[in-house]
């Protein structure tokens, strides 16, 4: 079990926190973090993002959000893609 988690809204160009791009964490463990990426079936997978945004190498912003704003992104993910990550805005 991570000790903290940090979560991340993507945003940039006409997105904002209230309508992101997407939303990715990062878990810190005792040995060393790991990030993830919410994926439009609403599980989590491993993703570079965060250290690319780090290292400057990412074309998005990264916007810190509280675990209650994170659990609103993925309200508003299940009402744009439905409940189980079928596009409804496609």
Known sequence: MPNK???YAIVGGSN???DPRGLVRRLEHD????DEALRDNFSWKFTPVIVEWERGDFDDEL???S????SKI???FRQK???YGQRLDS
């Open 16 to 18: 904002t926190v209230d």
């Open 31 to 34: 040995d060393g973090p790991s």
């Open 63 to 65: 916007v810190e959000v």
């Open 67 to 70: 675990h209650e704003q994170a």
């Open 81 to 83: 893609w439905g409940p």
């Open 5 to 7: 988690i940090t979560y």
């Open 74 to 76: 993925i309200e508003y």
